[in-house]
């Protein structure tokens, strides 16, 4: 079974500031991983995943993530926020066989304050 | 290009009543797949559904049911209605490769059980 952990339910940061979300997931094979964002009244939408080869991958909106096997950890960042990034980000993880089934964390609510 | 179509937007029902929830996919997807998020949570993954069949489901109990007609629109089916069910229902479509690694979400449908 996998589970995923986002360690922080809000982040609050200034306008232009950077940001990191954290993410740690837990699976007993391997998996792909992905971060998605639902603005309000939304449903989600991709902004990057790792399937395999670089560890650092580069999504939308100039955010990017870096895949950590060790410690099991997929961390989104973005080096400069804007208001428009206040929304929920919800980290999620698929098994490489099998079905496409995604199993997500709990999300992390970023408020981007001006 | 269309995308995953959600309807109705919103719900409103009462505890024990049935509910049946609709889903468009995007254009050339074949695979539906149904996710509930409630308040301040993930998406868990409730089942999905490919030539017309039950492909996986995960933990939910038999209330919740599903169907996927030959132009692959699908819909959800709760029966006997609880306050727990209330909830945001999002569809997500695929395509049943397994290399395609993209679920695309509809804007998602808000029930809410009195």
């Known amino acids: 079974a996998q589970s995923v952990t986002q360690l922080d339910s809000q982040v609050p940061v200034f306008e232009e500031a950077p940001v990191e979300l954290r993410c740690n997931y837990s699976?007993?094979?391997?998996?792909?991983l992905f971060w998605y964002v639902q603005y309000p009244n939304q449903g989600l939408q991709l902004l990057l995943k790792?399937?395999?080869?670089?560890?650092l991958v580069k999504g939308i909106n100039g955010f990017e993530a870096e895949f950590n096997k060790s410690q099991t950890s997929f961390h989104l960042r973005k080096p400069s926020v804007h208001i428009s990034d206040t929304a929920e980000y919800f980290c999620?993880?698929?098994?490489?066989?099998?079905?496409?089934?995604?199993?997500f964390g709990a999300g992390t609510r970023l408020a981007v304050h001006p | 290009d269309a995308g995953v179509t959600q309807s109705p937007t919103h719900l409103i029902k009462t505890r024990g009543q049935q509910v049946t929830l609709r889903c468009s996919p995007k254009?050339?997807?074949?695979?539906v797949s149904w996710y509930q998020q409630a308040l301040g949570q993930g998406p868990q993954f409730i089942f999905q559904y490919y030539e017309e069949e039950e492909r996986q489901r995960g933990n939910f109990p038999d209330r919740f049911s599903g169907h996927q007609f030959p132009n692959y629109s699908s819909e959800l089916n709760v029966n006997a209605l609880l306050l727990g069910d209330s909830a945001l229902y999002l569809c997500?479509?695929?395509?049943?490769?397994?290399?395609?690694?993209?679920?695309?979400f509809g804007p998602g449908t808000r029930l809410t059980v009195t």
């Open positions: 999620a993880v698929r098994p490489t066989g099998g079905y496409n089934k995604l199993i």
């Open positions: 254009s050339g997807h074949d695979t």
């Open positions: 997500a479509s695929s395509l049943v490769d397994r290399e395609s690694y993209e679920q695309y």
């Open positions: 699976s007993s094979v391997s998996v792909y």
């Open positions: 790792y399937l395999s080869g670089s560890t």
